[in-house]
Antibody, heavy 120, light 107 residues
Framework: EVQLLESGGGLVQPGGSLRLSCAAS????????MSWVRQAPGKGLEWVSA????????FYADSVKGRFAISRDNSKNTLYLQVNSLRAEDTAVYYC?????????????WGQGTLVTVSS | EIVLTQSPATLSLSPGERATLSCRAS??????LAWYQQKPGQAPRLLIY???NRATGIPARFSGSGSGTDFTLTISSLEPEDFAVYYC?????????FGGGTKVEIK
């Protein structure tokens, strides 16, 4: 059974940083692209970043480019998102999502999310 | 960036009725469009990919159609568990993008 478990969220001041993690199990982690998708309270979904199975290729939304960094450790079956220079508008639930075989930018399994709140 | 516009924002229907949801792209995405369902407090669930292919385990009452810029998700006969928010998503161009969502509520 595929499982994705996010952690690392919390309350942080504007300008602060966090590292979000997503522990994966139930599939061969290194064979699949992964993404982060966020959802502000009461709002819709916003794609944030994606990474290839090997970790060599990454993509970012314009809204986070230069502030966020996606990475993965395939030996630990874990996906990361380093979030820096946080702003109030980054407040959201952050989901990690797995891409299906043969796809890069589709999401067939999602975690339950970790909440990031940016406030002073 | 490709903008996806979903309509209507809210659809009020009764169980057993047919639901028709629309997603329009600001430029062609070919058939690279997916639909997701999200219930309160839950993560989204993939329903349809590549415009018309049902994901694993998705009931046949869900169907998708369209190509280019205009897409439709149809729920042929609403079940109580289908009342939720539905999002479309394009994977044709980076950055990826989602529509703003359509809430299907009980009338």
């Amino acid at each position: 059974e595929v499982q994705l478990l996010e952690s690392g969220g919390g309350l942080v001041q504007p300008g602060g940083s966090l590292r979000l993690s997503c522990a994966a199990s139930g599939f061969t982690f290194s064979s699949y692209a992964m993404s982060w998708v966020r959802q502000a309270p009461g709002k819709g979904l916003e794609w944030v970043s994606a990474i290839s199975g090997g970790g060599g290729t990454t993509f970012y939304a314009d809204s986070v480019k230069g502030r966020f960094a996606i990475s993965r450790d395939n030996s630990k079956n874990t996906l990361y998102l380093q979030v820096n220079s946080l702003r109030a508008e980054d407040t959201a639930v952050y989901y990690c999502a797995k891409a299906p075989s043969g796809y890069y930018s589709l999401f067939d399994y999602w975690g339950q999310g970790t909440l990031v709140t940016v406030s002073s | 960036e490709i903008v996806l516009t979903q309509s209507p924002a809210t659809l009020s229907l009764s169980p057993g009725e047919r639901a028709t949801l629309s997603c329009r792209a600001s430029q062609s995405v070919s058939s690279s469009l997916a639909w997701y369902q999200q219930k309160p407090g839950q993560a989204p669930r993939l329903l349809i990919y590549d415009a018309s292919n049902r994901a694993t385990g998705i009931p046949a009452r869900f169907s998708g159609s369209g190509s280019g810029t205009d897409f439709t998700l149809t729920i042929s006969s609403l079940e109580p568990e289908d009342f939720a928010v539905y999002y479309c998503q394009q994977r044709s161009n980076w950055p990826l993008s989602f529509g703003g969502g359509t809430k299907v509520e009980i009338k």
